[in-house]
């Protein structure tokens, strides 16, 4: 099976479980509602970690294929 046919399958497979699950589709909802888009010129400051680590990825990878 070639990787792009192998993708699909597993889009279609998690597309089923999405439908399928309302616990999931209240977490994908709270996912969206929380996300947060920084542009390019924008200037931010670092969080104050609170002594907890935490790590920030800077990407130009989508999700998808950042996930692969």
Do not use: W
């Not at 192998?6 to 996300?35: H, T």
């Not at 002594?51 to 950042?66: D, H, I, N, Q």
Request: proline share 1%; net charge positive.
């Amino acid at each position: 099976m070639d990787r792009r046919t192998k993708n699909v399958e597993i889009f279609k497979d998690s597309v089923d479980l999405m439908q399928e699950s309302s616990r999931l589709q209240q977490a994908i909802k709270e996912s969206v509602n929380k996300q947060k888009l920084y542009l390019e010129a924008e200037k931010i400051a670092a969080p104050d970690s609170k002594g907890l680590s935490c790590k920030t990825v800077v990407s130009t990878k989508r999700s998808f294929e950042a996930s692969s």
